[in-house]
């Protein structure tokens, strides 16, 4: 497997774990807007290629058809076999950007939010509705060639739903159906990162991924626990997500046995 790096901290802790088992790899810059890579890389072949580094590589692939390239991902929300285990489901509204001073009252009522599609334009958060309110306004006096690339823009469909009590949050790599490694990320409100997890909670994990095998070859999945039990919080392009405490030498042999 041919290895494209972006330079990142994350990248460079997995460019390490590369050099340990002798898998070589190469660096580039992204062009902004034009998406080109710098230098241009010498693909071997374009059969065997994967990119780690921010979700806008996935231009790059596709541009060159390469394969798996960036493993891109439909939005998890619509996935009907994940519904009825989903921390942000059953209760969910949907608006655009557009929509969201129109429909959204601002009543002091505290919402997380965060985009439909898995497009890095906002990370998912808890903000209050004026909050919410104020940052669509700000979007919507832009004028369309004003918007920077890769930000929200008014048609923009964000996920709004009222906020849970989360006790432990975990993030685990899933690869061809079967869970890879995993990462402890969050307890309470307190950020911490230690490879371990639950083992009711790595059963949960595995039972996701039996269930929507055909999702993604390879993709990122965030559950977490609550005072209902355990719940699906999302899942991420696994080029362009954090690797927390993740065992990326697990990881990285079993995305190289994909080439």
């Known amino acids: 497997m041919q290895w494209i790096l972006q330079q990142f901290e994350d990248t460079e802790k997995l460019a390490d774990t590369l050099d340990r088992l002798g898998i070589p790899y190469s660096w580039h810059k992204v062009v902004p807007f034009i998406g080109e890579l710098v ?20 231009r790059y692939a596709e541009a060159k058809s390469l394969h798996p390239g960036v493993f891109r991902i439909a939005p998890f929300v619509h996935e009907k076999p994940w519904q009825p285990f989903m921390l942000n489901g059953p209760d969910a509204i949907f608006l655009q950007v557009s929509e969201i001073e129109a429909k ?7 919402w997380f939010i965060r985009p439909v599609a898995d497009s890095k334009e906002q990370a998912g958060s808890v903000k209050a509705a004026a909050e919410i309110r104020e940052i669509a306004r700000k979007v919507m006096v832009l004028d369309a060639d004003e918007i920077p690339h890769g ?5 923009t469909l964000m996920m709004l739903t009222t906020p849970a009590r989360i006790y432990r949050e975990w993030r685990i790599w899933i690869v061809n159906g079967v869970v890879i490694t995993y990462s402890l990320y969050k307890e309470g409100t307190r950020v911490t990162y230690r490879h371990e997890i639950d083992n009711d909670a790595l059963e949960f994990a595995q039972t996701l991924a039996g269930l929507n095998k055909s999702y993604s070859p390879a993709y990122v999945m965030d559950i977490c626990r609550t005072e209902e039990g355990l719940r699906l919080v999302e899942t991420n ?11 990326l030498a697990k990881l990285a042999k079993t995305i190289n046995g994909m080439a």
């Open 39 to 58: 230098p241009e890389p010498e693909v071997r072949d374009p059969y065997s290629v994967v990119m780690f580094g921010s979700y806008t590589l996935w």
């Open 104 to 110: 959204l009252a601002d009543d002091g009522c505290h």
């Open 151 to 155: 930000s929200l823009r008014p048609d």
């Open 237 to 247: 392009c696994i080029n362009a997500a954090g690797f927390y405490a993740a065992d």
